[in-house]
């Protein structure tokens, strides 16, 4: 009994004695900072992406640490700047190589210079076929191609408009085959067109002894041609008039209304679409081609000096057509037979132009970015600043009215107030001050075409400032199928889609003044709220309405559709509160979230992420995230500022 009474109290004494080492056993161990030589290798490596040389190690093994000062000299180096390009490189996602299709139909190549794409079916009645390069456009009665049947009469028509100086039969139509005097084939042995022509037997068919250059000869050689006996649309066809010389090839049965009733003989003539003057049609069945002509004036992408040959619709620099009084400033230029590519051939590229345009628009918002943190700005400029800046191809974009129909961007100041850049220097980035418009990188063509629509802009901003994204909630719950709320065409009203539109759609109002799937600014004076033109294309049931309405509702859907037609499309479902949003642009946005401290807490969030590679965990969001993002905001919102407290930290020094 003694040694049970006696024994209790001493275990209990030994379990009391016991519990301070178990505790602290439970307890982690102090965290070891990094020795200096490892803290000034991370710090290099993030600040300047290299190692530190040898040399900087002993300088720091002298001196025992790395301080502050040594931190913010590592930040006034150019390495450190491209780090931070790259950095927001990221953020941004600044690559619009895949936003932006540069089709090939405004570009030129070949010698002569010339159109190779789809255009070429209006300008010269065949796929990718280019001008005559062995005829001078304004020599054409000198050098006939096929003298033995017909040469030019004029070698433009009364505007001064290049009119066909040779032409080709179109071998989607025809099977044309060489003359050879060693042919097996009897209407080929023949050793031109001339020998055919004064031949009894088969000089009846001159008309479609074709002159055709060959490369293989380097000159235009003879080929007969005629309709291809292999296709079903042309195997039918008989020679008219059926003795003599042959004019044509017609259907023997044309009652049956067959898609190929007739083939004429190729000529210089072009119809007219519709009877109207100032339009060209290419014949049917023939390839009708312009001349040449050699200028000393260098397309604008050329260092070179020597005289070019351009093709003579391509060669021209006119503002309208001068029959229609169309504007040859928009994308039907390159359709155009009257309009060409313009001074220096600005309406025109090659392949190398469209690289390096999209390659500096890709580039534009870096150097904003680059701007603010190289001066030690307020780092929230980068969303409001109307600074910017061109190199030599967005300076020749923009002061030469460039890249139509494939980029659609407004200049973003006045042209004569647009730094001038030579095109072939695409390293020398000018600075210049954009208008009232812009707002930082937010409306730039890189930031706009990345993020075509205004709920993709809302989301990349949500995302990449907040921090916040965008899901609905866990409870999130959905009517039935048949309930009226799942036909409701506004997303931030209907059941299931409001959990985020109900955000997504006011935020992204600030960008209503900003075409979708453009980077197009639409001012007020050219496209209000309310157009009745448009309003009254819609009524009446015309929903093109000339081309000129594709930013208006032209169809109603609903209700709300029915009562807004002629109505800028950004305006349908908003209310008040919202369309001050649309006329306060971005900037808005970016001053009603500065009042939250979501900015500054993302940012610190991001910088963190950054440079210790992973993200804060709960416990030192509570340990620092408050801290930081009120430091940050007390010193001026200085990125370099918040880079050093952060690399300066515990918690980046620490081995964990």
């Known amino acids: 009994m003694f040694s049970v009474r006696c024994l209790a109290p001493l275990a209990s004494a030994a379990l009391l004695l016991a519990l301070p080492a178990a505790a602290e056993e439970a307890v982690c161990a102090p965290v070891a900072k990094v020795p200096l030589e490892r803290h000034l290798r991370q710090l290099s490596l993030d600040l300047l992406g290299r190692p530190p040389t040898i040399e900087e190690y002993k300088t720091f093994q002298a001196k025992g640490s790395v301080t502050a000062e040594d931190v913010r000299q590592m930040m006034g180096q150019e390495p450190f700047y491209a780090r931070m390009r790259e950095f927001h490189r990221a953020l941004l996602r600044s690559n619009i190589n895949s936003s932006v299709n540069g089709n090939g139909d405004y570009r030129v190549s070949g010698t002569p210079l010339s159109f190779a794409g789809n255009n070429s079916n209006a300008l010269r009645g065949g796929q990718s076929q280019r001008c005559d390069g062995e005829i001078a456009q304004d020599t054409c009665k000198a050098n006939p191609q096929d003298g033995h049947s017909?040469?030019?009469?004029?070698?433009?028509?009364?505007?001064?408009?290049?009119?066909?100086?040779?032409?080709?039969?179109?071998?989607?139509?025809?099977?044309?085959?060489l003359l050879d005097p060693a042919s097996t084939e009897p209407e080929l042995k023949y050793a031109d067109c001339n020998a055919l022509k004064a031949s009894a037997a088969h000089g009846k068919y001159v008309n479609f002894c074709d002159n055709r250059y060959s490369s293989t000869a380097g000159k235009s050689v003879g080929y007969l041609c005629l309709p291809d006996p292999a296709k079903t649309s042309t195997n039918v066809l008989k020679p008219f008039p059926e003795t003599g010389v042959i004019t044509a090839f017609v259907h023997p049965n044309?009652?049956?209304?067959?898609?190929?009733?007739?083939?004429?003989?190729?000529?210089?003539?072009?119809?007219?679409?519709?009877?109207?003057?100032?339009?060209?049609?290419?014949?049917?069945?023939?390839?009708?081609?312009?001349?040449?002509?050699?200028?000393?004036?260098?397309?604008?992408?050329?260092?070179?000096?020597?005289?070019?040959?351009?093709?003579?619709?391509?060669?021209?620099?006119?503002?309208?057509?001068p029959y229609t009084g169309e504007s040859c400033e928009t994308g039907r230029f390159n359709s155009d037979r009257s309009c060409g590519c313009g001074d220096r051939m600005r309406r025109c590229e090659i392949n190398d132009v469209h690289t390096a345009r999209v390659a500096a628009f890709n580039e534009e918002p870096l150097l904003i970015t680059d701007s603010v943190v190289r001066n030690d700005e307020p780092y929230f400029n980068i969303l409001t600043t109307s600074r910017s800046f061109v190199n030599g191809p967005l300076s020749e974009f923009y002061k030469?009215?460039?890249?139509?129909?494939?980029?659609?961007?407004?200049?973003?100041?006045?042209?004569?107030?647009?730094?001038?850049?030579?095109?072939?220097?695409?390293?020398?980035?000018?600075?210049?001050?954009?208008?009232?418009?812009?707002?930082?990188?937010?409306?730039?063509?890189?930031?706009?075409?990345?993020?075509?629509?205004?709920?993709?802009?809302?989301?990349?901003?949500?995302?990449?400032?907040?921090?916040?994204?965008?899901?609905?909630?866990?409870?999130?719950?959905?009517?039935?199928?048949?309930?009226?709320?799942?036909?409701?065409?506004?997303l931030a009203k209907r059941c299931g889609c409001n959990y985020c539109h109900a955000t997504i759609e006011p935020t992204g109002a600030h960008w209503g003044r900003y075409a979708e799937r453009s980077a197009l600014f639409l001012s007020?004076?050219?496209?209000?709220?309310?157009?009745?033109?448009?309003?009254?294309?819609?009524?009446?049931?015309?929903?093109?309405?000339?081309?000129?309405?594709?930013?208006?509702?032209?169809?109603?859907?609903?209700?709300?559709?029915?009562?807004?037609?002629?109505?800028?499309?950004?305006?349908?479902?908003?209310?008040?509160?919202?369309?001050?949003?649309?006329?306060?642009?971005?900037?808005?946005?970016?001053?009603?979230?500065?009042?939250?401290?979501?900015?500054?807490?993302?940012?610190?969030k991001r910088v963190w992420n950054e440079f210790l590679g992973r993200a804060m965990t709960t416990e030192e969001q509570r340990m620092y995230l408050q801290t930081l993002s009120q430091d940050f905001a007390k010193n001026n919102h200085s990125m370099k500022g918040l880079i050093e407290q952060v690399v300066m930290s515990d918690a980046y020094r620490r081995i964990d």
């Open 150 to 177: 017909l040469t030019p009469t004029t070698c433009r028509d009364a505007q001064g408009v290049p009119l066909p100086v040779s032409y080709d039969y179109d071998t989607n139509f025809y099977q044309c085959r």
């Open 254 to 321: 044309p009652e049956t209304k067959p898609n190929l009733e007739r083939l004429e003989r190729c000529t210089f003539d072009l119809a007219r679409r519709n009877n109207i003057n100032g339009t060209w049609v290419p014949q049917r069945g023939c390839v009708q081609r312009d001349g040449y002509v050699t200028t000393t004036v260098q397309p604008y992408w050329s260092v070179a000096t020597e005289p070019v040959k351009v093709c003579a619709v391509e060669a021209q620099d006119r503002a309208t057509n």
């Open 400 to 490: 030469q009215k460039q890249g139509v129909a494939v980029f659609s961007v407004k200049a973003p100041a006045d042209v004569a107030t647009l730094p001038a850049v030579p095109y072939d220097d695409k390293t020398t980035w000018a600075v210049y001050t954009r208008d009232n418009t812009h707002s930082g990188v937010l409306t730039t063509p890189a930031f706009l075409y990345r993020f075509p629509t205004q709920r993709a802009r809302v989301n990349e901003f949500y995302e990449a400032f907040l921090c916040k994204h965008f899901s609905p909630a866990a409870d999130a719950t959905l009517p039935s199928p048949d309930d009226a709320c799942n036909r409701e065409n506004n």
């Open 524 to 604: 007020a004076e050219q496209f209000p709220r309310l157009d009745p033109k448009c309003r009254d294309c819609a009524i009446a049931g015309d929903t093109n309405c000339g081309g000129e309405c594709s930013q208006y509702v032209m169809q109603a859907f609903d209700g709300d559709g029915a009562n807004s037609l002629g109505l800028l499309k950004t305006y349908l479902y908003r209310t008040p509160a919202e369309e001050q949003n649309i006329e306060g642009g971005p900037q808005t946005l970016v001053k009603r979230m500065m009042e939250t401290g979501d900015l500054e807490r993302c940012t610190v």
